[in-house]
């Protein structure tokens, strides 16, 4: 089966304008999760989808948004950049939500904000 | 907050040399992950222990929890250069889908 795939690997906006990443899941997986990673954050959650619907939600400002296809495949949107948001945004599959089974990433979009 | 503490932060072992890090986490849990990161990239995931197992075996990996004291270690045979990485354990929380991760260990395995 082919993995989960991220696009675009790399971004650079500038602050203010917004920006939307895409997230594919593995065959078969419905539920998508989305996290932050920075240098001083670490790796922090940001939301969980199953069957078009957001289960949970990090403590993230309403600026990060997300949304599930009927297709499992789901994309997140960060509107008026900030320079904070610079990160690498990872999503990750599994078959059912909930936390009994793996979770697999993806390679990760690399978001630079100037 | 993070929910696990990762111990050493960094390690460099020589290659052939074993690896154990550690981790440590706050909540009762469901399961505890392991997962490797290069560079940067994207998280690849190591091995799923669940809370009524107390050890388990992937190839080079063994990893050990122990619930009583809300810790696990990984420990890596044999290492070689390729193991160099960052290695993170995560714990759930509840029956979310909500990982939560340690800031990890850095290992550096000279070749």
């Known amino acids: 089966k082919a993995g989960v795939t991220q696009t675009p690997r790399y971004l650079i906006k500038t602050r203010g304008q917004q920006v939307t990443l895409s997230c594919s899941p593995i065959?078969?997986?419905?539920?998508v999760s989305w996290y932050q990673q920075t240098p001083g954050q670490g790796l922090q959650f940001l939301f969980e989808?199953?069957?078009?619907?957001?289960?949970n939600k990090g403590n993230f400002p309403g600026r990060f948004s997300g949304r599930q296809f009927s297709n499992s495949r789901s994309e997140m949107n960060v509107s008026t950049l900030e320079l904070g948001d610079s990160a690498l945004y990872l999503c990750a599959s599994s078959t059912i939500p909930g936390q009994k089974e793996t979770q697999y990433f993806g390679p990760g979009t690399r978001l630079l904000v100037l | 907050s993070q929910q696990g503490e990762e111990d050493p932060q960094a390690l460099s072992i020589q290659e052939g040399e074993n690896a154990t890090m550690n981790c440590s986490y706050k909540t009762s849990i469901n399961n505890l992950q392991w997962y490797r990161q290069n560079s940067g990239r994207g998280l690849v995931h190591l091995i799923l222990?669940?809370?009524?197992?107390r050890e388990k075996h992937s190839g080079r990996l063994r990893v050990t929890l122990d619930t009583s004291k809300k810790s696990s270690s990984l420990l890596i045979t044999a290492s070689r250069a390729a193991d160099t990485a960052s290695y993170f354990c995560?714990?759930?929380?509840?029956?979310?889908?909500?990982?939560?991760f340690g800031q990890g260990t850095t290992l550096q395995v000279k070749p």
């Open positions: 989808y199953f069957s078009e619907t957001q289960r």
């Open positions: 995560a714990t759930d929380a509840g029956n979310t889908g909500k990982l939560i």
């Open positions: 065959s078969g997986h419905r539920s």
């Open positions: 222990i669940r809370s009524n197992e």
